[in-house]
């Protein structure tokens, strides 16, 4: 069960910096851990995180090992339309997570 | 070593009991109850911000999860939380803040989590959630969190009068290779550090929480294990009596302090 919580306003004035904040449910697993009877535990990450703005990107990251579980992003832009603000997490074994928010700008 | 004489003790227990009270005495170790504060006080800013902001806070991806299965029909019965307890915004207000209550069939105290597996049981007719599982979690992490704000109020039952004694008991018992109680960091000590990190005064009130050391949310038993384990004594299996007496025990000692579930600690 992926979850996300995402923070964007509903609504913004035309030029405004809005802030968004996501945050995902993931263990990220870093693969430098064994089991209690020394089987190496595989690596199990999310690996790229983007974000679009009505099918612009405006944001993209790439997480490493290191990065702590339940991964959260917090970045600004600056509202020019109305619509729609969409997230895609990817990482090992083939996980992929999406969420969508929309914002009224005025 | 500073032991509380249990008569001492009693007095209060008795007024919130309804038992005749004596005298009002505080026992000598414990702490008074207008100094008595959360973890939340002694939070660093950036986590005192994670737990108070919901989009950031961790816990409340176990509390979305956990609303999903409040309203999930379950077992033989086909029966979801919802369908008897209807919206738990509002059925459920307060119902963590007076955990762990006594259960008449079984004779004892049971803690939250127990009473979610029970319902379960009896209820929907659906097997018993793992300790420590995302699902039992996510549930009593969601109800908790209907709390949030609410103060602690253990119930006013004469019948658990014994269980907050056991549970008073091992709270100011030594145990383990370091003999020590818990009583002599939480009680005596508090507000000192114990290598880098500050003694907190232990005060239940945001379990189940997210620990970063832990990158997950927890319950009460596992932080509880963690302690027992510290003092170098072997910690009780989860849902041990001895693990819902303490839990009793911590709450009278918490009364009157809001719930913060879900919060987060470090």
Redesign the interface.
Known sequence: ?A?????VPKKAKLGDVIEI?T???H??ETGFRHSTTGVPIPRDIITSFVCTYNNEEIFRAVLYPAI???P?F?FTTIATESGTIKFTWQGDNGFLATASASITVE | MRVPKRTQWLAPAAMLLGFAAVEVVSAPAEIPLGERRSGYADLAPDTKAMQDDDTANPGMLWVQDGEALWNAKSGAANRACADCHNDARTTMTGVAARYPAFDSKLGRPIDLEQRINLCRAERQQAPAFAYESKELLSLSAFIGKQSRGEPITPPTDERLRPFLEAGLEQFNRRQGQLNLSCGQCHNDNWGKRLAGSLIPQAHPTGYPLYRLEWQAVGSLQRRLRNCIAGMRAEPYDYGAREFVSLELYLMWRARGLPIETPAVRP
């Open positions: 069960m979850s996300a919580l995402i923070n904040k945050l995902i449910s263990i990220m702590a579980a339940n959260f917090m």
